[in-house]
């Protein structure tokens, strides 16, 4: 098909995330992605400042990861996983118990980030209720958060200034405390951690469990908070027989400078989600990790109701070792560190110019937020005429390279950011 097809078919026919058909700006078509570079059907070549939304660590057509799935086809691309297994699977499941903090034993596989963050509330829900605890039918949370697009996940979003306002009663009813105090430095808040403690008591005879992302939040703000508000939450839940999970869906494997977010705060939940960055972006999995003790109560009433037909494809699981692989060989936070350097010095410059409420960088993330609502379009034109990919939204303009990006393409995100703050 020609460029000029392709946007036609798309305008007829496709249906875009959070648009309309067809989508009030047309989409940029893309035919080819390699190292850190996507490839415009036009022709242009556009710097990722996106990492595919959190997910391309390692960059595009990787040979290791290439090799991955390519090596995986020759054997099986996908068999059910009901009373089958295989070794994608477990060695993914080995590798991510190692992984992540102390504590997480057992891996249920799920097909996106969504869908493991429902895994996580169901796992919750039936922990509560096989250990005589039927009553703990909520979740607690902090506002500001994005979980995703499924009904439980929507449910714990920010209310407001989400993405999910809409849904309003159609939603399960959730406990909200306010979001914590911004920044990742700032020290503790001891009124607010006062505050959340309280609402902790306060409803634990309704939680089965907390659930927020830990130090960043990504998709309702892209704001960042202390790392002590998660040891807090940490006490307050155990002292309560609340459950507490982590969704480290867009900052694990490495995103925040420690290979999970969790790690910033020293502390393990009973349950957490990974997703985004698993299979290094190339295909979608997700998982979500519990306890011992979680698994143990859930089995022994029964089982844990879930089991979606693409459960541990063989091709995701494959790719998903190749990433963790590269990640266990490779200097990551070394790289880390250097984009965080690099956006420092690239996006302080614009702190205090006009129409710029705040810069912020934590690790390999980078955030300019206006004192205005962003012309999507418009800072997009600009950043895609520097050479950038970005994707802002709401006042938000940021990015989160992959972590192979070199000085000069970081410097070139910088200018990127800088044209589209400029520009929205
Ligand atoms: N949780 C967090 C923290 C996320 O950032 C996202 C996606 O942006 C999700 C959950 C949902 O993941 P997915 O888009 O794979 O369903």
């Known amino acids: 098909m020609t ?15 959070y648009s309309a058909v067809p989508p009030a700006v047309p989409p940029y078509v893309v035919d080819g992605a390699e190292g850190v570079r996507l490839r415009l059907a036009d022709g242009r070549e556009l710097v990722d400042g996106m990492s595919s939304w959190w997910a391309a660590i ?15 086809l020759g054997r099986m691309s996908h068999v059910m996983f009901g009373g089958l297994t295989h070794e994608p699977a477990v060695r993914l499941a080995r590798a991510l118990v190692e992984l992540t903090p102390d504590g997480l034993e057992h891996v249920f596989l799920a097909d996106s980030g969504s869908v493991s963050v429902e895994v996580a509330v169901k796992m919750c829900l039936q922990y509560q209720r096989a250990t005589g605890r039927p009553e703990r ?57 006062a505050a959340l403690e309280a609402a902790v008591e306060r409803h634990a005879h309704e939680l089965a469990a907390v659930i927020v992302e830990p130090v960043v939040q990504g998709a309702g703000g892209m704001r960042f908070h202390h790392p002590h508000y998660l040891r807090v939450l940490r006490e307050v839940t155990r002292a309560h027989g609340v459950l507490l999970v982590f969704d480290e869906i867009a900052t694990g494997f490495g995103r925040t400078g420690t290979m999970f977010a969790a790690e910033h705060a020293g502390v393990a939940p009973d349950v957490m989600c990974v997703g985004k960055a ?147």
């Not at 460029?3 to 995330?17: L, T």
């Not at 206006?370 to 600009?382: N, S, W």
Request: aromatic share 6%; charged share 15%.
């Open 278 to 424: 698993l299979t290094g972006g190339y295909l979608t999995l997700a998982a979500a990790l519990c306890t011992a003790e979680v698994a143990r109560g859930i089995s022994a009433d029964g089982v844990l109701a879930h089991g979606p037909t693409f459960m541990g494809n063989p091709l995701a699981c494959a790719v998903a070792n190749a990433s963790l692989g590269l990640l266990a060989v490779g200097d990551w936070p070394g790289d880390v560190r250097r984009i965080e350097a690099g956006l420092r010095a690239g996006l302080e410059p614009l702190r205090g110019a006009p129409g710029v409420r705040d810069v912020r960088v934590l690790g390999a993330i980078g955030v300019v937020q206006l004192d205005h609502e962003v012309d999507l379009p418009a800072a997009t034109a600009a950043a895609v005429a520097h050479g950038v990919w970005l994707r802002p939204f709401r006042d938000l303009v940021y990015t989160m390279p992959p972590y192979v990006t070199d000085d000069a393409d970081l410097a070139r995100i910088a200018a990127g950011v800088t044209a589209a703050v400029g520009a929205g």
């Open 3 to 17: 460029p000029e097809q392709i946007e036609s078919a798309d305008a007829a026919h496709v249906w875009h995330p």
């Open 137 to 193: 039918r909520r979740l607690g949370t902090w506002r500001g958060g994005y979980h995703g697009d499924t009904f439980h996940p929507m449910s714990v979003c920010d209310p407001e200034g989400g993405m999910h306002h809409l849904w309003g009663d159609v939603l399960p009813r959730q406990v909200f405390a306010p979001a914590p105090p911004a920044g990742f430095d700032t020290p503790p808040d001891a009124a607010y951690v």
């Open 58 to 72: 390692h960059g595009y057509r990787h040979p290791v990861l290439d090799a991955a799935v390519t090596d995986q």
